[in-house]
């Protein structure tokens, strides 16, 4: 999924100006499919690209990125066109014509637009961005770009992780939640316009005046002898020492939701619905789990309307959630929704909160394929990692799950998680078994038995999470550890078994824990034709440093000046504990000041009981 195999442009001769009679002709095809789109003329409004670093079915099947691009066309003063990394065909046609890369919506140059936004939700999308960029005319270090270019920037979970990799790459970086930020910080680009300010002139008034504004450039980052962040400071009076990522207030926003509709996405012609937001399990490697505190859900008669209205535009629903079975009244919700005639799927649920109702209406709705999250094959690791679940417990969903009869059984689990042990990998084979014998006795009687699928993933190290401190496996291990486990996996029989690609682990820690200095690696990479290694060797500093090396829990990480309310010492605590295999409670959002957040966001913390 990952920008790391897009080769440089080789564009034609007649690079042109005018867009390729073909290329329009695959945007017109791609919008007479879609339902929902937005077409404004330009007038007097502010036009921004909103740019997703990959393919269209992937950036339409994001419903953060629906929601901002509605976001944005529900306003006026703006005009928001959508603009994809080019594939297949597409690809092609730009590099033989030398056309600059264009907008969906109305076919216009990328650099022809006053602000160029990237929603950026995957690290392995950077490679992608500078390829967009140079697709579209534009240099990737921002000190490289005129005064009089657009403004360009990103906003997406990966940016209020770490934006520090693409430091020299964006002018801006925006963020926060952008039901809460994106509307502000409109405002005052359209008035700073119409004061005719400068570009230097907005970016400093954004970063001192918005919530959650952060502009590299009027930062310094200083480093000791032994290539460790020493500091990270303000350059200019007035531009905030800690950048606050602000969160959206439930309570006065409705439910997300998705504006564009098409067949030609990974979730087909659906609507996509936010059912909650955030997690309170508190997994200890899972970073939206903590970045996205406090957990805010919706009150079950505000997502049944939210789905009847859905419903009336399109009868298929998507739910998306952390955990849908979390979702309070999901069950009544489903069976609303099949009473209208209506179907539904879910992105994800969780083993021990799943039940036979909302399986039964799963079943009745043709969803296929159930997934569940071991996350590690022992009871002592899930301790360790604080999944709050137990191998009975995963046993017991197994059963249901294959009780409901009709669905194929997806499990999740990773290899390369802090303290694992030969035993721990040994334990996944022998807890597959056991989840096997289970689906076997259930689907004895059907004459059919579920399919179990494994998608078996390296443990990357995430900031924001208690495991911030700790390195990545190394590939060797990481490996070996897979070798071991295709041929454990081969001998149980019945089950299908994907891994992921080590140095595509590794790639993906270097990128959401290194600083800004990696940036310089990632434009050496594009030079290089994607040549990792020879990017590697001819870097001042060593990528393990990021990715292998251990850090000290008093370190000054390049994230830590973006402020989540998440308390430092609260991450420090939960690492210490995992270590000791101890479990700790599960957030109790708006009684407990355990981890800060419901502190500095008391009002979102009061909306979980709202």
Known sequence: MGGFFIRPLRRGRDAGCRVSSDIFSIYRRRLSSERGYVKKDRGGRLSVAL????????????????????????????????VFLPEGDEMSLYLQTGQRLVSLESQR?????????????????????????????????????????????????????????????????????????????????????????TKSEILKGLAREVTGAYVPSLYRASYNNEGLLASFEPLEEGVPPRVRAAKASFSSKGVARSIVTSADTQFGNKVLLEASRGCGHSCRFCAAGFVYRPPRLHPEETLGLAVDEAISYCGRIGLIAAAVSDVPGIENITAGILRKGARFSVSSLRAETLTAGLLDHLRVSGQKTVTIAPEAGSDRLRRVINKHLTEDQILDSATLISRAGGFSLRLYFLIGLPTETQEDIEAIPELVKKIKHRVVRESAGRGKIAEIRLSVNCFVPKPFTPFQWHPL????????????????????????????????????????????RVGAILLKAHRLDWDWKAAFRSSEINPDFFVLRPKSVDELMPWDFIDHGLSKRHLAREYEMAVKEKESDICEVG?????????????ESKEKNA
């Open 51 to 82: 740019a997703y670093p990959n393919h269209y079915g992937l950036g339409m099947s994001n419903l953060g990125f629906q929601t901002v691009y509605g976001m944005l066309n529900d306003r006026e003063d703006v005009l928001a066109e959508r």
């Open 109 to 197: 140059p990328l650099d022809s637009f006053e602000i160029i936004a990237f929603s950026i939700p995957f690290e392995n999308d950077y490679g992608n961005i500078l390829t967009m960029l140079s697709l579209g005319g534009l240099s990737a270090r921002s000190a490289d770009r005129g005064r009089n270019q657009a403004i360009i920037m990103a906003g997406g979970i990966t940016t209020f992780l770490n934006p520090e990799p693409l430091a020299d790459i964006m002018d801006l970086f925006l963020l926060g939640e952008a039901e809460e930020v994106l509307s502000p910080f409109i405002d005052r680009v359209v008035d700073f316009l119409r004061m005719e300010k």
């Open 473 to 516: 496996d190394e590939m060797l291990n990481l490996k070996g550890k897979q070798r071991w486990l295709k041929n454990a996996l081969s001998r149980v029989g019945g089950v299908r078994a994907t891994f992921d690609v080590p140095k595509w682990a590794y790639l993906q820690a270097l990128l959401c824990m290194g600083d800004r």
């Open 591 to 603: 009684s407990c000041v355990r981890c800060g957040v419901c502190k500095l966001y008391p009002k």
